[in-house]
């Protein structure tokens, strides 16, 4: 909301500086946006009277006119052709600097002497309008009088952002009384001057309330016989200032009062009410209206409606109809001022997505004290600029039952208490007086507090409490630091994983990423996630497009993008991690999941100069993975050949993890069919894993074994397998023998070619002999290794190469 | 005897003395003290000769030993000192070369800043609770003091799961989630990603991240909010950042108050060294940072905590603006872009 510094010190005297100002305001809560001075060029153009007006001896086109200055009379030479003897007019004198940087002199035009020049609207940027010529200032203009300050052009206008619980601040008089209660400044309301005529309102128009429930107050008047023109120039450079654009005398007028007295008001015409009767009443049934901005718009039932004798003339609040508004042959109006429930607006202006000055105030609330004054106002401003003659009385009706407001219970050692301060009594009731609430019960240690009527936020103890502290200021509350006793996990165990493994995850090469978590349909169904999410995608109701229109199942469509956006931008490789929530919903359940991805592809970075690139293959994650799972001492992990689980997978390049003997993710190269898809230009290695899973395997501790006091003896053995065999089945097998002596098994090569037959390999183990408690012997190690490798044999179908 | 033995000296000295390698002074060595060599067979001979003629020939016969084997171990000496000598004339790296590359990841700005801000909070001696990411309508606003058809709800545009369901607008329904759970004293923090309904530009993301903390005990004040924040904002923007607190509105507090620090770029003077207005805080010196309050006592009687006997104090804030702030990142969507060039900063 913008107000300007000028207009704000008709309702308050403003002895701060405009910076001081708004750092006063930001410091009580109310945020100043910007500050903006504004100074025109032209402070030099006063206001003058013309004289004369002459035909130019030497020029068709041209006037030469003798305008009279507060001491002197100038001749000036003027183009236009609008002003009579008498006009009040703009003098720009010789020194003006006007807008578009042009510099007035004293001149001789076709052999006239010319001290100064007329100035239209529009040169001096008043106006995009032409007018029609120079600008003609109401009578009530002085001569010699500069017209800066005659518009009130210079100004300073500061722009507030109001939080949703101070409606009350949304106009001039709303800054004015915090101004007031912050300084001491005293506030002054002119009082509103209006003199009624002969003719009874209530016989020419009649009001009735026929939803209480949704407007505990209607007051209208009615004026006659005004006739439609501008707004006075003053008026139209202040409504522009603080951004709006001025209409006609009537609807700035009904503007110009909502934003100094924050009630918003609407003016209909009263020719075009049918029946001579308005109802605020619900809508009734659902049904077509076009409002005042062209739209038709869709009401429904309970929708507070203003209405005539036969329909609906305005949405109450929040926008009027087109078929009342005032229009320039418009010579008779009803002016409006209404307490519309702040919810009923709300739910109506949102449903319509309708967002006007008047909805805004309303929903925050508007004073329900301030209805008929600030009637009263608008009236005065539209006789003043409108003429016509105000019909007797004010049309009024309130909900029944609204009583005066119930007294709030204040403790001051409650204050204290929850403040952390040690404020006196009375410097506590300075800052409630200053708001205007008053303070009664003070010898007791519960003060009773009345909040005055605009201030409908505070509603109990503790908003009184912010008050206080927020009036006398936050900067005097000490600051302490209490000593934290609580219970709880600390870091805790998922945190704590989490960070080890990020940190794991980059000391393998991996960039930690973040992805939205809003996919659309088909990355969902081409990437279904982990099998334990078994409900259906998460769709949203409101998606902001398309491509996020659910919420993911899997963190590895964000990962492809990433990917496939860094290959854009030149990456040779990628590889990257992120951990971040998936989705899912069954019934009316909905399942998240922590969880890990990862992805890596392209070609790794040499080592060292020189070294041949090579592309990246499943030995890189499942290294990076090995060394994730060490770093948290889990070692009871397997790799499985997958099934159909994940069909995103490449069926021959993708495993299973199992944890425990407990699938807790895949990995494997991406399906050749997601990589055309997506047009990918090589070959992504992805994995997603369960992180809560894996939390869950996580030893909570881990326990120190005894150094070894002997040597381990080893022994290889390399077999030919067909090529389908998988490695680990030797290891398995050797283990399943749980020889207490065999310390370890590993394999250390493959080996395919000659002289391996073809569609066969060979794979070489090593296994390492150990025993606690002396040095095995060379020939006890081999009778243990032939009996094993005879085992081997026995039971797998490998051939021993010797 | 001592004839040939002197014979026999002057013999090796002139082979060592024309010797010019290992290979010819270890030829020499085998072939005068090799098991075979020709002193050694002189040595064997001392066994035969007369006992009285033994020792003095014995002793000849080991001085000449002696005398060759040091003869042999200085020429080894010096012959390995010279080679060091000009191994070390000629022996170079040229430094300039590039290292080997060890692989090695970055880690993401958001997660360096949260982690900072974490630690911190949790050495205070808070603890870190998590919750759902789709949140009931309760949680995420009726029971934060935010009704149906208030004008707070304008402050979170929503995205609507279903009819109930939305997506956590903020971190603060984990708050109630906490204290529905267990009694005071509470000392929580709470972080992770929160959702609004915004269109992508460089300022809006629809998915960003917040921090949210509360201490829930008897007796906490709003000066001990004040306290907390300021060793918080301390130990995360460094020792001389200076900190206001002023009134603002949030549902769910009561007081409440935005928290700004000193610009982290003017330090709040408000202008560059170069003189021109610092444009990170608008020339104001200040940055808002936080946002909180006391726990407003109706979040408590929603949670079934009696206000009159507990108090508490919450607060958060956005982990991009801080990482936005901290490495002078102008555009939130490099966050979520995760383009390498940008991720391998850091």
Same mark, same amino acid.
């Not at chain 1, 009778?783 to 190469?801: F, I, N, S, Y």
């Given at each position: 909301?913008k =107000?300007?510094?000028?207009w704000?010190r008709?309702l308050v005297d403003?002895?701060?500086s405009?910076?001081?100002l708004?750092?006063?305001?930001?410091?009580?809560?109310l945020e100043v946006e910007?500050?903006?001075?504004?100074?025109p060029?032209?402070?030099s153009?006063?206001i003058a009277?013309i004289?004369s007006?002459?035909?130019h001896?030497n020029?068709?086109r041209l006037?030469?006119?003798?305008v009279k200055r507060?001491?002197?009379?100038?001749a000036?030479v003027?183009?236009?052709s609008n002003?009579q003897?008498?006009d009040l007019?703009a003098?720009a004198?010789p020194?003006?600097v006007?807008?578009?940087g042009?510099?007035?002199?004293?001149?001789?035009?076709?052999g006239?002497?010319s001290h100064g020049?007329l100035? $239209?609207a529009r040169?001096?940027?008043?106006?995009d309008?032409?007018?029609?010529?120079?600008?003609?200032?109401?009578r009530?203009?002085?001569i010699g009088?500069?017209?800066?300050?005659?518009l009130?052009?210079?100004d300073?206008?500061l722009?507030?952002?109001?939080t949703?619980n101070?409606?009350?601040c949304l106009?001039?008089l709303g800054?004015a009384r915090?101004?007031?209660a912050?300084t001491?400044a005293?506030l002054?309301v002119?009082?509103?001057?209006?003199?009624?005529g002969?003719?009874?309102a209530a016989r020419i128009v009649?009001i009735?309330v026929?939803?209480p429930d949704?407007?505990s107050?209607?007051c209208?008047?009615?004026?006659?016989?005004?006739?439609?023109a501008p707004s006075?120039l003053?008026m139209?450079?202040?409504?522009?200032?603080?951004?709006?654009?001025?209409i006609n005398?009537?609807?700035?007028?009904?503007n110009y009062v909502?934003l100094e007295?924050g009630?918003?008001?609407h003016a209909?015409?009263?020719a075009?009410?049918r029946?001579?009767?308005?109802?605020a009443?619900?809508?009734?049934?659902?049904?077509r209206?076009?409002?005042?901005?062209g739209?038709?718009?869709?009401l429904?039932p309970?929708?507070?409606v203003?209405a005539?004798?036969?329909?609906?003339?305005a949405?109450?609040?929040?926008?009027g109809?087109?078929d009342?508004?005032i229009?320039a042959?418009?010579?008779d109006?009803?002016?409006?001022?209404a307490?519309f429930?702040?919810?009923?607006?709300?739910?109506?202006a949102?449903r319509?997505?309708?967002?006007t000055?008047?909805?805004y105030?309303f929903?925050r609330?508007v004073?329900p004290?301030g209805?008929?004054?600030?009637?009263?106002?608008?009236t005065e401003?539209v006789?003043?600029h $409108?003429?016509?003659?105000?019909a007797r009385?004010? *049309?009024?009706?309130?909900a029944?039952?609204?009583r005066?407001?119930p %007294?709030?219970?204040l403790r001051?050692a409650?204050?204290?208490a929850?403040?952390g301060?040690?404020?006196k009594a009375t410097?506590?009731e300075?800052p409630?007086? %200053?708001?205007?609430?008053?303070?009664?019960?003070?010898g007791?240690a519960?003060?009773r507090?009345?909040?005055?009527?605009?201030r409908?936020d505070i509603?109990?103890?503790?908003?009184?409490?912010?008050e206080v %502290?927020?009036l =006398?200021?936050?900067?005097?509350?000490p600051a302490?630091? !209490?000593?934290?006793?609580?219970g709880?996990p600390?870091m805790? !165990?998922?945190?704590?994983v989490e960070?080890?493994l990020?940190?794991?995850?980059?000391?393998?090469g991996?960039?930690?990423?973040v992805t939205?978590?809003?996919v659309?349909a088909?990355?969902?169904?081409d990437?279904?996630?982990?099998?334990?999410l078994?409900?259906?995608?998460v769709?949203l109701?409101?998606p902001?497009?398309v491509?996020?229109a659910?919420l993911?199942r899997?963190?590895l469509?964000g990962m492809?993008?990433?990917f496939?956006?860094?290959?854009?931008?030149?990456a040779?490789?990628?590889a990257?991690?992120t951990?971040?929530?998936?989705?899912?919903r069954?019934?009316d359940?909905?399942?998240?999941?922590?969880? *890990?991805a *990862?992805l890596?592809a392209?070609?790794p970075?040499?080592?060292t100069?020189?070294e041949?690139?090579?592309a990246?293959d499943f030995a890189?994650l499942?290294?990076?993975?090995?060394?994730?799972?060490?770093e948290?001492h889990?070692?009871r992990v397997?790799w499985e050949r997958?099934g159909?689980e994940a069909?995103?997978?490449?069926?021959?390049?993708?495993a299973r993890?199992?944890?425990g003997g407990v699938?807790?993710?895949?990995?494997?190269?991406l399906h050749?069919? %997601?990589i055309?898809?997506?047009?990918?230009?090589?070959e992504?290695?992805?994995a997603?894993?369960?992180?809560m899973r894996?939390?869950?395997?996580?030893?909570r501790?881990?326990?120190?074994?005894p150094l070894?006091r002997?040597?381990?003896v080893?022994?290889?053995?390399?077999v030919v397998?067909?090529d389908?065999?998988?490695?680990?089945?030797?290891i398995?097998a050797?283990?399943?023998?749980a020889? !207490?002596?065999?310390?370890?098994?590993?394999?250390?090569?493959q080996?395919?070619? $000659?002289p391996?037959?073809?569609?066969?390999?060979?794979l070489?183990?090593? =296994?390492?002999?150990?025993a606690?408690?002396r040095?095995?012997?060379?020939?006890e190690?081999n009778?243990?290794?032939?009996q094993l490798v005879a085992r081997?044999v026995r039971?797998?179908?490998l051939?021993?190469r010797? | 005897?001592?004839?040939?033995l002197?014979a026999?000296?002057v013999?090796?000295?002139?082979a060592?003395?024309?010797?010019?390698?290992?290979?010819?002074?270890?030829?020499?060595?085998?072939? /005068?003290?090799?098991?075979?060599?020709?002193l050694?067979?002189v040595?064997r001979?001392v066994?035969?000769l007369?006992?009285e003629?033994?020792?003095?020939?014995?002793e000849?016969?080991?001085?000449?030993?002696r005398?060759?084997?040091e003869?042999?171990?200085?020429l080894?000496?010096?012959?390995?000192s010279e080679?060091r000598?000009?191994?070390l004339?000629?022996?170079?790296?040229?430094v300039?070369?590039?290292g080997?590359?060890?692989?090695h990841?970055?880690?993401?700005?958001?997660?360096a800043?949260?982690d900072?801000?974490?630690?911190?909070?949790v050495s205070?001696? +808070?603890?870190? /609770?998590e919750g759902?990411h789709?949140?009931?309508e309760?949680?995420? +606003?009726?029971a934060?003091?935010?009704?149906?058809?208030?004008p707070a709800r304008?402050m979170h545009d929503?995205?609507?799961?279903d009819d109930t369901h939305?997506l956590?607008t903020h971190t603060s329904p984990?708050q109630?989630?906490?204290?529905e759970?267990?009694?005071?004293p509470?000392?929580a923090?709470?972080?992770?990603p929160?959702y609004?309904?915004?269109v992508e530009?460089?300022k809006n993301?629809a998915?960003f991240?917040?921090?949210?903390?509360f201490?829930?005990d008897r007796?906490?004040t709003?000066g001990?909010l004040?306290g907390?924040?300021?060793l918080?904002?301390?130990?995360?923007f460094g020792?001389?950042?200076?900190v206001?607190?002023r009134?603002s509105?949030?549902?769910?507090?009561?007081p409440?108050a935005?928290?700004?620090i000193?610009?982290?770029?003017c330090?709040?003077?408000?202008?560059?060294?170069?003189g021109?207005p610092?444009?990170v805080?608008k020339?104001?010196g200040?940055?808002e940072i936080?946002g909180?309050?006391?726990i407003h006592?109706e979040v408590?009687?929603?949670v079934? /905590?009696?206000?009159?006997?507990?108090s508490?104090?919450?607060f958060?804030?956005?982990?991009?603006?801080m990482?936005?702030?901290k /490495?002078g990142i102008?555009?939130i969507?490099h966050?979520?872009?995760n383009d390498l060039r940008f991720l391998?900063?850091?």
């Amino acid at each position: 909301m913008k =107000i300007t510094l000028n207009w704000l010190r008709e309702l308050v005297d403003v002895v701060l500086s405009p910076d001081e100002l708004a750092d006063t305001l930001v410091m009580a809560g109310l945020e100043v946006e910007s500050v903006d001075e504004r100074r025109p060029s032209w402070g030099s153009v006063e206001i003058a009277r013309i004289e004369s007006v002459q035909p130019h001896p030497n020029a068709d086109r041209l006037r030469l006119c003798q305008v009279k200055r507060a001491h002197e009379s100038v001749a000036v030479v003027c183009g236009a052709s609008n002003m009579q003897a008498g006009d009040l007019v703009a003098l720009a004198v010789p020194g003006t600097v006007l807008p578009d940087g042009k510099h007035i002199e004293q001149a001789t035009i076709r052999g006239q002497s010319s001290h100064g020049m007329l100035c $239209s609207a529009r040169e001096l940027a008043l106006s995009d309008e032409d007018g029609g010529g120079i600008m003609i200032l109401p009578r009530d203009a002085e001569i010699g009088v500069s017209l800066v300050s005659y518009l009130s052009a210079e100004d300073t206008i500061l722009e507030l952002s109001v939080t949703p619980n101070r409606g009350d601040c949304l106009s001039v008089l709303g800054v004015a009384r915090e101004v007031a209660a912050l300084t001491g400044a005293t506030l002054r309301v002119p009082a509103v001057k209006i003199v009624e005529g002969k003719a009874a309102a209530a016989r020419i128009v009649s009001i009735e309330v026929q939803a209480p429930d949704l407007c505990s107050r209607y007051c209208g008047r009615v004026v006659r016989g005004l006739r439609i023109a501008p707004s006075p120039l003053w008026m139209q450079t202040r409504l522009g200032m603080v951004g709006l654009r001025p209409i006609n005398n009537v609807v700035d007028a009904t503007n110009y009062v909502m934003l100094e007295r924050g009630q918003p008001l609407h003016a209909f015409d009263l020719a075009r009410i049918r029946g001579a009767r308005i109802t605020a009443r619900r809508a009734g049934n659902r049904q077509r209206y076009e409002t005042l901005d062209g739209v038709t718009r869709e009401l429904l039932p309970d929708d507070l409606v203003i209405a005539d004798a036969e329909g609906p003339v305005a949405l109450a609040g929040v926008i009027g109809g087109a078929d009342s508004e005032i229009r320039a042959e418009t010579v008779d109006i009803l002016l409006e001022s209404a307490f519309f429930v702040p919810e009923t607006v709300r739910r109506t202006a949102r449903r319509l997505g309708v967002n006007t000055e008047s909805s805004y105030r309303f929903e925050r609330g508007v004073d329900p004290g301030g209805t008929r004054t600030a009637l009263d106002r608008v009236t005065e401003l539209v006789v003043a600029h $409108s003429g016509g003659e105000i019909a007797r009385g004010v *049309l009024e009706q309130r909900a029944p039952g609204r009583r005066a407001r119930p %007294a709030i219970r204040l403790r001051p050692a409650r204050v204290n208490a929850l403040l952390g301060t040690t404020f006196k009594a009375t410097e506590m009731e300075r800052p409630l007086k %200053a708001l205007g609430a008053v303070v009664s019960g003070k010898g007791s240690a519960s003060w009773r507090v009345v909040p005055p009527s605009h201030r409908f936020d505070i509603q109990n103890e503790v908003d009184l409490v912010e008050e206080v %502290a927020r009036l =006398i200021g936050y900067d005097r509350v000490p600051a302490t630091v !209490p000593s934290i006793v609580a219970g709880g996990p600390g870091m805790g !165990p998922t945190r704590d994983v989490e960070q080890r493994l990020r940190e794991r995850l980059r000391s393998g090469g991996f960039d930690e990423m973040v992805t939205l978590a809003m996919v659309s349909a088909e990355d969902n169904r081409d990437f279904p996630g982990l099998p334990e999410l078994t409900g259906r995608a998460v769709t949203l109701a409101n998606p902001l497009s398309v491509d996020a229109a659910e919420l993911r199942r899997s963190l590895l469509p964000g990962m492809l993008r990433a990917f496939s956006e860094n290959r854009r931008q030149g990456a040779e490789h990628v590889a990257g991690f992120t951990i971040g929530r998936v989705f899912a919903r069954e019934d009316d359940r909905y399942q998240e999941l922590q969880t *890990l991805a *990862l992805l890596v592809a392209g070609s790794p970075p040499a080592t060292t100069m020189g070294e041949a690139r090579r592309a990246v293959d499943f030995a890189d994650l499942k290294g990076v993975l090995g060394l994730m799972f060490a770093e948290l001492h889990l070692d009871r992990v397997r790799w499985e050949r997958v099934g159909t689980e994940a069909g995103y997978l490449h069926p021959g390049k993708s495993a299973r993890i199992e944890i425990g003997g407990v699938a807790c993710g895949y990995v494997g190269a991406l399906h050749p069919n %997601a990589i055309a898809e997506r047009h990918l230009d090589a070959e992504p290695w992805v994995a997603e894993l369960d992180l809560m899973r894996v939390v869950q395997y996580c030893p909570r501790r881990v326990i120190f074994r005894p150094l070894p006091r002997f040597p381990a003896v080893s022994r290889d053995i390399a077999v030919v397998v067909d090529d389908e065999f998988p490695a680990q089945r030797v290891i398995d097998a050797v283990e399943e023998v749980a020889e !207490p002596l065999v310390e370890d098994v590993r394999v250390f090569d493959q080996y395919t070619g $000659s002289p391996i037959p073809s569609g066969k390999k060979s794979l070489a183990y090593t =296994i390492a002999y150990r025993a606690p408690n002396r040095t095995l012997t060379d020939d006890e190690v081999n009778a243990m290794h032939e009996q094993l490798v005879a085992r081997l044999v026995r039971e797998l179908p490998l051939e021993v190469r010797r | 005897m001592k004839a040939t033995l002197d014979a026999l000296g002057v013999e090796i000295d002139e082979a060592l003395d024309a010797c010019r390698s290992d290979d010819d002074l270890e030829r020499i060595r085998i072939a /005068y003290l090799g098991r075979k060599g020709r002193l050694t067979e002189v040595m064997r001979g001392v066994g035969v000769l007369p006992a009285e003629e033994r020792p003095a020939v014995g002793e000849l016969v080991n001085q000449l030993k002696r005398r060759v084997d040091e003869h042999i171990g200085a020429l080894r000496d010096r012959w390995e000192s010279e080679r060091r000598v000009q191994a070390l004339a000629s022996e170079r790296v040229d430094v300039s070369l590039p290292g080997r590359v060890f692989a090695h990841g970055h880690v993401h700005p958001l997660t360096a800043v949260l982690d900072d801000a974490l630690g911190i909070l949790v050495s205070l001696g +808070f603890s870190i /609770y998590e919750g759902p990411h789709i949140e009931d309508e309760h949680h995420n +606003f009726t029971a934060l003091n935010i009704p149906a058809d208030h004008p707070a709800r304008d402050m979170h545009d929503t995205f609507f799961v279903d009819d109930t369901h939305v997506l956590r607008t903020h971190t603060s329904p984990v708050q109630i989630r906490v204290m529905e759970n267990q009694e005071p004293p509470i000392a929580a923090i709470v972080p992770g990603p929160v959702y609004r309904h915004e269109v992508e530009t460089v300022k809006n993301s629809a998915m960003f991240h917040q921090v949210e903390g509360f201490l829930v005990d008897r007796h906490v004040t709003f000066g001990d909010l004040k306290g907390v924040l300021g060793l918080f904002v301390q130990r995360m923007f460094g020792d001389d950042t200076r900190v206001r607190f002023r009134p603002s509105f949030f549902p769910f507090t009561e007081p409440s108050a935005e928290v700004d620090i000193s610009c982290v770029i003017c330090r709040g003077s408000r202008k560059l060294a170069t003189g021109d207005p610092c444009r990170v805080c608008k020339a104001t010196g200040w940055l808002e940072i936080l946002g909180s309050g006391l726990i407003h006592p109706e979040v408590f009687r929603a949670v079934g /905590y009696d206000p009159e006997k507990v108090s508490g104090f919450a607060f958060g804030m956005g982990v991009e603006r801080m990482a936005m702030l901290k /490495y002078g990142i102008t555009d939130i969507r490099h966050f979520y872009q995760n383009d390498l060039r940008f991720l391998s900063q850091f």
